[in-house]
């Protein structure tokens, strides 16, 4: 039997069920949204494997990411964060993903939900790329830098235009799963 060319994660059980069955695909729910974001900034500097170990753990150190109760963390919880092992206790990641929920808070409250948000930048539809070669893949593109820019305006911290576009790729906005990849041509016959 022939086995399937993935773009990324074989041989790592874990990263392949991520590629296989996550990355590139439409995600509208706004707190695995939120999740996705939150992650991407966690991961800055360091490796995405890394953060993906610790998903769970994330979960529930900030409440499943519910940007209404992440919203309201003090003090109190921040310190607790900062104690806690099982997550990346750097400082400024974590007061981000309090801010961060603030502001989808305020996005929601105007815009209905997160999600009717960030995918009105792409009209509602995926931006199919046609990757054939490593050499083909981007940290960013004009759309990443203009909604990296928008996201600061209204308050987002850890948002920068290469972490933008690694969330538009963790959720779908971007199809950036190579052309030979088994999961480029399921997504193309969605």
Known sequence: MEEKFRCFGTGLPLYEDYHDKEWGREVHDDSLLFELLTLEGA????????VLKKRNDYRLAFD???PN?????DDNKIASLLQNNNIIKNRLKILSTITNAKAIV??????GSFDKFIWSYVN??????????????????????????DLLVL????VGSTIVYSFLQAIGM???????????????NQ
């Open 106 to 111: 305020e996005i929601i409250k105007k815009y």
């Open 124 to 149: 509602y539809k995926p931006i199919v790329n046609h990757i054939t070669k490593y050499a083909d893949f981007q940290s960013k593109t004009p759309l990443s830098d203009k909604i990296s820019k």
């Open 64 to 66: 499943n990411f519910d």
């Open 174 to 188: 971007v199809n950036d799963h190579m052309v030979n990849c088994f999961v480029y041509k399921e997504l193309l």
């Open 43 to 50: 991961q800055a500097g360091l490796s995405w494997y890394i």
């Open 155 to 158: 308050g987002f911290k850890f």
């Open 69 to 73: 109760k992440v919203a309201l963390y």
